[in-house]
């Protein structure tokens, strides 16, 4: 549950409980020690109010007319005393809670939280051994817990005071430590998009300054990492298109004369000989075996290396791509949208292009079993856009990149492009992003 809460709830948490914590035991301070010191300041008065009571009794004692000397005595006492004479008429003696209601400036629940003494002291007063009033000493408290609410009210000030200080310090320094963090946060967010250009904002704490400089550190390191591993990639995919072209050219060098050597025998045969019987048939069945190696070597050259993107470009070999494909698979409607810039792109950009829209259209014709195709390839300011869609069966969730679309992942990272594979609105999009001024700067170099 803890782990669970913000920062600042963290933070917060602890002190607004703490601060609770010194409300509560300032107000059990204030209870214990304020009942203890009421008494003490009140006990000179009761031993006076006693005292008095001795001598009064003692003066009684000794007077003819102990009556007189009582009402003397009474006129005496100053109204506002906290000694005062009680005839026994007036009743039994009040406490001193009772005459603390309503005290002007204090609160009563302030009153009632202090556990005020009985502080009232009864002396009796005796004329001729009979009880006819008392000495009481009755203590005005008023200013006393007035005394009270003041320094009460005074440190819940200082503590509300250092609360408001303590949160302002705590939010300005968890706000601060909580962007860098934010920071760090989206720039390890952006590493690990592959974005290693943008640096982390280096801020803070020391120990967060440090944390962000090793970040950066790290984006450094992926950043050449990745550019050597495009550039491994960059040179395997060189030497793929070399081999590719090599044993092209073998192919047509070597076996489309002999294939066309074999046609022009059997032609040469046919032509000598009478086609009678089973030597007719044979005479067929090898100009047919001949006529499917020739298409067979044709087509396993173009899939090796499309020797005509150089002669007429990238745009007329896509449109001869699309061509072959309909009459492939005439069942499969196939539209086209290919900007014709695209006859501006060359050397391994061009290939790279065809060899996606060829492998793409491969899946659809083998794996998707789709009605409808369409392949779009523009150029767009400085990249270059290729979407191949379909609305065939989709792919396997489990398996996203077959064999051939991994090797045009590679092809295309190499080339600092991207490759994405997905399915939408029951459709299968397979989606390729070049960038060309990028791969036209690493074919020139």
Known sequence: MWQRLSFRTQLFLPLGLSFLAALAMGGVLLQTFATGQLADESEPGRRSAQT???????????????????????????????????????????????SLQGVHGVPQWFVGLIAIPDMNAASPVMI????????????????DLFEKWIGFLALMGLIA??????????????????????????????????DYATPIPVAGSPEIRQSCAEANALAATLAQLSQDNRDLLHRLVSLQDNERRDLARELHDELGPLLFSIRAGTI???????????????VQEVMRSVEALQ???????????????????????????????????????????????????DGPLAQTVYRVIQEALTNVLRHAGARNAHVEAA??????????????????????FGRGLTGMHERVRALSGSLSLLRANERTYVRCRLPVGIVRDETAL
């Open 52 to 98: 008095i009571a001795v001598a009064l009794n003692s003066a009684l004692g000794a007077s003819d007319n102990p009556r007189k000397v009582l009402d003397a005595f009474v006129h005496s006492l100053d109204p506002s005393s906290d000694i005062q004479f009680r005839p026994v008429e007036a009743g039994s003696v009040p406490s001193a809670k009772d």
């Open 128 to 143: 001729d051994s009979r009880h006819v009033g008392d000495i009481l000493f009755m203590p005005d408290l008023s200013a």
């Open 161 to 194: 005071v250092l609360m408001v200080l303590t949160g302002t310090t705590a939010y300005i320094f968890a706000g601060s430590a909580l962007r860098s963090l934010q920071d760090l946060g989206a720039g390890l967010t952006r590493i690990r998009r592959g």
């Open 268 to 282: 040469a045969l046919s032509d000598a000989s009478p086609q009678t019987g089973h030597l007719g048939n044979s």
């Open 295 to 345: 298409q067979t070597n044709r087509r396993i050259l173009d899939r090796l290396r499309p020797l005509y993107i150089e002669e007429l470009g990238l745009e007329a070999s896509v449109q001869t791509l699309l061509r072959n494909f309909r009459r492939q698979a005439p069942h499969i409607g196939l539209s086209a949208t290919i900007d014709p810039d695209l006859n501006g792109v």
């Open 379 to 400: 150029i767009a300011g400085d990249a270059l856009a290729v979407e191949v869609s379909d609305d065939g069966g989709g792919f396997p969730a489990d398996n996203v």
